[in-house]
């Protein structure tokens, strides 16, 4: 930018409110991923973990894992390469709650509870070591995981 140009936003930016401010912002931000072949496709109120996991994905550094859900949309969740079943539930909670947000839901889930009751399966295999690399049990770049109900147990 030049000197002058900088002045100008800085000038601009001092005589607006705060609310003003951001909503210049949000909506500059928004036209320039519009723009952008890479960011095009993600939410208006991005936040910066999403902008940093999909730049990972375009640098071959994570993958995309696609969550299928009975009767619910499909998830789209991203983790690195080298993550294991942990941090792919992590990587799930999060990714869900921010859907949650987005359409204005404010339902508490019990993630304890979620992880009880249903397992991750990839091509029938279960996901049941939360410690070992989701490389293990094939899970590769844009692959389909599903939840199933674990099974009772009986005595």
Same mark, same amino acid.
């Given at each position: 930018m030049t000197r002058m140009t900088m002045e100008y936003v800085a000038n601009l930016a001092s005589s607006l409110s705060h609310d003003e401010l951001l909503e210049v912002?949000?909506?500059?931000?928004?036209?320039?991923?519009?723009?952008d072949s890479l960011m095009k496709n993600l939410p208006s109120d991005i936040i910066i973990e999403e902008i940093l996991s999909q730049t990972a994905v375009e640098?071959?550094?994570?993958?995309?894992?696609?969550i299928s859900r009975e009767s619910e949309p499909t998830?789209?969740?991203?983790?690195?390469?080298?993550?294991?079943?942990?941090?792919l539930k992590k990587?799930?909670?999060r990714h869900f709650?921010?859907?949650?947000?987005?359409?204005? &839901?404010?339902?508490?889930? #019990?993630? =304890?509870y979620i992880w009880k009751t249903y397992t991750l399966n990839f091509d029938s295999i279960t996901l049941d070591d939360d410690n070992a690399p989701i490389q293990n049990y094939?899970?590769? &770049?844009?692959?389909?995981? #599903?939840? =199933?109900?674990?099974?009772?147990?009986?005595?």
């Amino acid at each position: 930018m030049t000197r002058m140009t900088m002045e100008y936003v800085a000038n601009l930016a001092s005589s607006l409110s705060h609310d003003e401010l951001l909503e210049v912002t949000q909506s500059s931000l928004a036209t320039l991923l519009s723009k952008d072949s890479l960011m095009k496709n993600l939410p208006s109120d991005i936040i910066i973990e999403e902008i940093l996991s999909q730049t990972a994905v375009e640098h071959g550094q994570s993958i995309t894992i696609f969550i299928s859900r009975e009767s619910e949309p499909t998830l789209k969740v991203i983790v690195p390469q080298n993550a294991t079943v942990r941090n792919l539930k992590k990587a799930i909670q999060r990714h869900f709650q921010l859907f949650q947000r987005r359409a204005g &839901n404010t339902t508490k889930i #019990s993630w =304890k509870y979620i992880w009880k009751t249903y397992t991750l399966n990839f091509d029938s295999i279960t996901l049941d070591d939360d410690n070992a690399p989701i490389q293990n049990y094939g899970v590769t &770049n844009k692959v389909t995981l #599903s939840f =199933k109900k674990k099974k009772v147990k009986t005595k």
